[in-house]
Structures are given as C-alpha cells and as structure tokens.
C-alpha cells in the first residue's frame, strides 16, 4: 500500500479501487479520489495505475463475454 499522491495523501489502493468503478482517465480519477489535482507530480504514477489497470479490464472481457 504506497502513497501515490503526496499532496492530497492518496494511496494505490484508493486509486486502482476508482479504476475498478469506472474510473478510465486522468480526469476520472482526479475526480473520484483527489490524486493529481495539485503539483502534478504523481501524475506518471497515476497514469501507470491506470494502464496497468484499465489493461486488466480489458483484457477480462472475452473471458466475460463483454463486447467492447
Ligand atoms: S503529489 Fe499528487 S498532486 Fe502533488
């Protein structure tokens, strides 16, 4: 458990949870939970988590039968 956005004390695990209800984009995620509305500074982390995890849920569909 890492503390991504320093500024508004967010940690991966709140972001990857805002990912996991929808959350796609920056803005999505700066909305949701705060991280990366200030310095910007964690912005590369943030944008890491989602890649990292927008590739999961993506990469679940064909398993669920979800179309694109
Ligand atoms: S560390 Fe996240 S906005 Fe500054």
């Known amino acids: 458990m890492a503390l991504i956005c320093h500024c508004e004390a ?3 695990r709140a972001i990857v949870k805002a990912i ?3 959350a796609h984009t ?3 995620v700066q909305a949701a939970c ?4 200030r310095c910007g500074g964690c912005e590369p982390a943030v ?3 989602l890649e990292r995890h927008t590739d999961q849920a993506v990469s679940l569909r064909p398993v669920f ?3 694109a």
């Open 47 to 49: 944008l890491e988590l």
């Open 34 to 37: 705060g991280a990366a509305t």
């Open 20 to 22: 996991h209800r929808g």
């Open 65 to 67: 039968g979800l179309s």
């Open 10 to 12: 967010v940690r991966d």
């Open 26 to 28: 920056l803005g999505d």
